[in-house]
């Protein structure tokens, strides 16, 4: 449903407003159609009439123009070329002519607004009916074509020329029913008809001879018509009081000109007819003085200037006839939408954009969309219109692991394109799953550095692992490292963050033992903080991974608490027992001080005895030193070189 005529028409209530609007140029890119009876052209005076035809059309504007009474191709030929492309060369072109009984009609069209044109001919007693199906630029399918038939019935009044008009009508109607129910057309022309109630108009309007073909006014304006006031503002002819190249005279008193529509075209839906867009140009019978009975220049007509009146007179004694028609919606989307990569739980939602690129004032596009497994989509009917565009948020269900795809159905009223496709794609991943193992997920572990003498620490590895690692699952980004404890473990270099998937993520870890306490145990928490690949929503942190690290530093040589000096006349000897690990004694001596500081050795031995190969003339004091890889134990108790008790001073 086209809703501009409810926003712009019904606001013009006053009648003044109403005329003003009447020779107003309709806003937008509707397809105006025009019915225009061109009064036997060009007869003696084409060339003296062709700048009326060119001042009265080009008021209106036609997109499709349709008109009756050409002598032959050649007229038709003339007046598209001096009247319609007069100045602007390609403007117009004229569709297949046929030159049959009498006078003929003819079809007009702009190339660039509407794109093929099929004729077929109805032949009748009298003059033929044209059948013209045209189609807007821009749209292919059949709704949105419309039959276009063009009759000129027999004229005059009487009973004998009212049934020379229902056979013509009968013709065409037969043609019509040819078609399936429901399609878009309109019969135009000088019907010649005074009043709805002739046999002719009955059998046009009404469904006896079938559902196929039946029309109806726009307007609604049935009675009639002949000499009656009240119909004042629809009349169309006759434009002189004065007859000029053979008019008919009399002023403005006969409705003959009319273009009467399908149901299917009045029903706001796709091709449809505009309201109040239906109008008589130049009939300006509302406001006073009125034009009832008057020709259409005097008195000074209140809607047209008066070049353009004056041409209405001289130009034909018919009034053109022209309404408006909505086009159909033109959809427009992306051909895709990609929704990355993921993670499981994440948030997963892409704005869908659908477009009604139809041109001003066009159907409303109306859209439902059907999502395919593993996607949502808003549920319902939507209408956008013309010009507009309306935003849907499609999402992609992350509740599991997988690579997603599929088509997202339009199902809209886009008569070309009922059904339009978007392919749906995204890839959803597991968590990551942080361990300190490969084989089992875990993340506690242990980094044991042994027991060992100073400078026989190694460096040790600690790893973090993606557990279980596959295509379908998130890297383990280990962003940051702790160790908590003992300030004698490091990582080697420092800690660099790492994204972990099928290889572990590794860093060195080395234990200091300079200056460390022998026989002391030293302990630390190594924790690698973990989370999901980053850049990817719906990334969480995830479980830390702790390391224990431990290392213990081998207890040194028990110093020797029993050494004890035998002398006899010539020798002196130092005996002790032997303690674990000693790889050799060093003994320190000194013959003055009995608390000296140890600093060179006196000599050294692997046995738990030494005897001094210079005994002391007089005093000499003694301890000895165990050696375990280089390095000495404690001081042993003091002894000395005679048989005094030195109190063991270590």
Known sequence: MNRWHRQIFHRWIPLLAIAGILATPFPGSALRIAQYNCLNYPGSTGPQRDPNFRQVISQFDPDVLVMEEFSGYSNMNQFLNNVLNYGQPGTYAAASFVDGYDTDNALFYKPDKVDTVFHYVIGTALRDIDEWTVWPVGYSATEASIRLYVVHLKASQGSDNEAKRLAEVQCMRARMETFPVGQNYMVAGDFNIYDSGEPAYINMTSPDSGLAGVVHDPINRVGNWHTTYSFRDVHTQSTQTVSYAGGATGGMDDRFDQILISDACDDDEGISYIESTYIAFGNDALLEPGRYDHAINDPPNQIVDDTTANALYYASDHLPVYLDVQLPAKIQAAASLAFGTVIVGATAEQNLRIYNVAELPADELDVELSAPTGFTAPSGSYAIDAQD????????????????????????????????????????????????????????????????????????????????????????????????????????????????????????????????????????????????????????????????????????????????????????????????????????????????????????????????????????????????????SENSNRVGSFDRDLGNTK
């Not at 790492?498 to 033992?513: E, H, K, L, N, Y």
Request: hydrophobic letters at 30%.
């Open 389 to 632: 565009s309306s935003d849907f948020t499609i999402s992609m269900n992350t509740a599991s692991s997988g690579s997603k795809s599929g088509d997202l159905e339009i199902a809209c009223d886009d008569v070309d394109d009922p059904t339009v496709d978007v392919a749906l794609s995204g890839t959803v991943l597991d968590h990551a799953r942080p361990s300190t193992q490969a084989g089992v997920e875990t993340t506690g572990d242990t980094l044991d550095f042994g027991t060992h003498a100073i400078d026989e620490f190694s460096d040790l590895t600690a790893q973090a692992h993606n557990y279980d690692y596959n295509a379908l699952q998130a890297l383990l980004n280990v962003y940051d490292a702790q160790i908590t404890g003992s300030t004698r473990f490091s990582i080697i270099g420092g800690f660099s963050p790492a994204d972990v998937g099928t290889t572990p993520g590794s860093w060195d870890v080395q234990f200091d033992d300079s200056g460390a306490q022998a026989g002391s145990t030293y302990t630390a928490d190594l924790t690698f903080s973990t989370r999901d690949q980053q850049g990817l929503s719906g990334a969480t942190d995830l479980s830390d991974l702790t390391y224990a690290l431990t290392a213990t530093v081998e207890e040194g040589l028990s110093p020797v608490d029993d050494l004890v000096i035998q002398k006899n006349l010539t020798t002196l000897t130092l005996i002790w027992t032997p303690k674990s690990g000693a790889e050799l004694y060093r003994i320190y001596s000194d013959d003055s001080d009995p608390n000296f500081t140890p600093t060179t050795p006196t000599d050294s031995t692997a046995d738990d005895s030494w005897t001094d190969p210079s005994p002391p003339a007089q005093n000499r004091y003694y301890l000895v030193r165990g050696v375990k890889d280089g390095s000495e």
